[in-house]
């Protein structure tokens, strides 16, 4: 195989090529936060006046609430009280898989394309 | 203009990296970036899943990091370049992969190195009350960042010499604690019974663990960080493997021992809640002077975590520039300091950018995220390694054993894993891989046209099988 000689690349082009990388790496980092996707369902249950036990926690627990700076339950029921909802969204969950999949499939075949290339040449084709 | 030898076609003098580093640095490198993980973030586990499904987690997840350990010390200790991951995927995947490991180590390094400038900022608001306002977090924030990347800037043994003493010392604190607590004597100090019940031992059940897995990866991100030094630390196929796995080890100890005190100290509501677990467990105790070493403890974890960091996402940035898959300014090595000054320079405001806009959970998310494609690399890597050059064909400084169940388990939970971000963050993983998808389709059909094809593998191998 021939080796191959890649173009020369203007200042100008390098900077371009730097500006839309840095600009990728903002979009997907801000964006999520931006649209609000950072995040995870769950909500408060609340209770209409807590009391520890209502709450359920032992007297031990309490202590260890009081320590830590919760003087009564209401300071400390939205932590509590916060639940996690673990209801599985199946077409969100067929969408990640599928980008996902076809992600590593794509990674992996335009890689092995490259890589013959790259073996060619540094072996000679031998 | 110094660039690095690969760089660029114009004579120039060439100035590599330096081979100062040894496996204490290596260990410091790899704890350090991940010894925060038990000063925060681990305890989100409990949040999802409950206090027990954190310790299963913590020991499952355990697995994972071991696997990457063996598999990353196997592979580096032969394909011994700056990049880490990047130059081993560059020589056994594709440059496709390799400039996609590349960018998961730069998201990975640099979004927990925002995780720490924020916790830092944090905790020193905690404790500091109503006179510290915006400002002065964010001059917190900024301090911590450009302090740090100048540190980096000026010598990689200087910056790893501190990381060696700040982890050691924030290591240190969690042993301490650990003593003071009476571990022996259950009642006394700590009421592991009392704070774990039957009843609220798995509060959501078995889904709550399988969620906890997003962020049990969060005991041990970045140990893999230690292959980054590769080009810099004096004998590879020694110190990477010693310095790994004694790394490794050392925090599967810390982990155990972060989870047993803090457990038995606070109820899980509370435990998965907090972003500052052992300094509460400090505070606890009743002991001001535990409390006191346990604030500057987290200070110094999330000092080391983001000085390795720095060190790291650099590094992969600078393999990028040296291999021409992003342009060549990127490679230059500093003409007296001996570091890849552009790339620290360069990652410098976007991490900073980050740090004003994003939250700690955030932060720590995209970096798991990241982290967690990197591990599905690297199990199908080091299959495709095993197979392209069997044992015997060239020489290994490690050979890890059992292969190739290590690679298989590692598979196996990393998909659990992204069923676990899936249930917090599907739609923020959906859109980061879709990221990389962009990327990847950039590189493949415009960028790679700069770059040359036979001079990528530089390793003085055989050809592989099959090719």
């Known amino acids: 195989m021939a080796k191959y000689t890649p173009p020369d690349q203007s200042r100008a082009m390098q900077w371009i090529d730097i500006i ?28 209409e006046n807590p009391t520890w036990e209502l709450l359920g926690q032992t007297p031990v627990q309490v202590e260890q609430w009081v320590k830590l700076g919760f003087a009564d339950a209401a300071a400390a029921h939205d932590i509590i009280q916060n639940k996690f909802d673990y209801t599985i969204d199946w077409l969100q969950l067929l969408i990640m898989t599928v980008v996902i999949v076809g992600y590593f499939v794509f990674l992996f075949r335009a890689s092995d394309k490259e890589y013959r290339e790259v073996i060619d040449e540094k072996f000679n084709g031998k | ?85 990047y130059a081993q995927a560059k020589h056994i995947v594709g440059p496709l992969m390799a400039f996609n490991v590349a960018l998961y180590l730069v998201f990975a390094y640099t979004m927990l190195e925002v995780s720490n400038a924020i916790l830092i900022a944090d905790t020193i608001k905690a404790y500091a009350g109503d006179g510290f306002g915006d400002w002065h977090y964010r001059g917190a924030i900024a301090t911590v960042i450009v302090v740090l990347a100048t540190l980096n800037y000026r010598g990689v043994l200087m910056t790893l010499n501190v990381n060696f003493v700040i982890t050691a010392i924030a290591y240190l604190a969690i042993i301490v604690l650990f003593f003071s607590v009476q571990p022996w004597s259950q009642g006394a100090v700590l009421k592991l019974g009392e704070m774990v019940t039957p009843e609220n031992a798995l509060p959501y059940g078995w889904i709550g663990v399988i969620a906890g897995f997003h962020w049990g990866i969060w005991y041990y991100l970045g140990i893999e960080g230690t292959t980054q030094a590769a080009e810099e630390v004096r ?19 810390g982990a155990s021992l972060t989870w047993y005190i803090c457990a038995s100290l606070m109820p899980w509501q509370y435990l998965g809640f907090t972003y500052y677990p052992l300094l509460d467990a400090g ?133 659990v894993t992204y069923f676990a971000i899936f249930l917090g963050y599907g739609a923020q993983l959906t859109a980061m891989v879709v990221f990389y998808i962009i990327m990847s389709v950039w590189f493949h059909f415009y960028r790679y046209r700069y770059v040359k094809r036979g001079d990528q593998f530089t390793m003085p191998w055989p050809k592989p099988r099959g090719y």
């Not at chain 2, 004998?235 to 100890?253: D, E, F, K, Q, V």
């Not at chain 2, 940035?317 to 490679?331: A, E």
């Open chain 1, 20 to 47: 839309f990388v840095v600009a990728a790496i903002f979009l997907a980092l801000w964006l999520p936060l931006q649209a609000g996707w950072a995040g995870v369902s769950r909500a408060i249950e609340k209770i």
């Open chain 2, 235 to 253: 004998s590879p196929a020694r110190s990477l493997p010693y310095g790994t796995m004694a790394g490794m080890i050392t925090l599967l100890i």
């Open chain 2, 1 to 85: 203009m110094v660039q690095a030898a690969a760089a660029s076609s114009a004579p120039v003098q060439k100035v590599s990296l330096l081979r100062v580093l040894g496996p204490a640095h290596v260990w410091a490198l790899g704890v350090g970036i991940v010894l925060v993980g038990e000063y925060t973030g681990w305890n989100f586990a409990a949040d999802k899943g409950g206090t027990l499904a954190a310790l299963i987690i913590c020991w499952v997840i355990g697995l994972l990091y071991t696997s990457v350990a063996m598999i990353d010390s196997e592979v580096t200790s032969t394909v011994a370049a700056a990049g880490g991951q």
């Open chain 2, 283 to 415: 505070k606890l105790t009743g002991s001001k002077t535990l409390e006191t070493m346990m604030f500057i403890a987290t200070i110094l974890a999330a000092v080391a975590s983001a000085n390795g960091c720095i060190n790291d996402a650099a590094r992969a940035w600078f393999s990028l520039g040296r291999d021409r898959y992003l342009p060549t300014w990127f490679s230059a090595v500093h003409p007296k300091y001996r570091t890849p000054y552009r790339s620290i320079l360069f990652l410098l405001p976007i991490a900073l950018a980050f740090a004003f806009i994003a939250n700690l959970g955030q932060a720590i998310t995209f970096s798991i995220l990241s982290g967690v494609l990197h591990y599905t690399f690297m199990s199908v890597n080091i299959i495709m390694f095993r197979n392209k050059w069997p044992l015997g064909t060239i020489r290994r400084g490690y050979t890890h054993p059992f292969h190739p169940l290590p690679a298989v388990v590692l598979f196996v939970l990393c998909v």
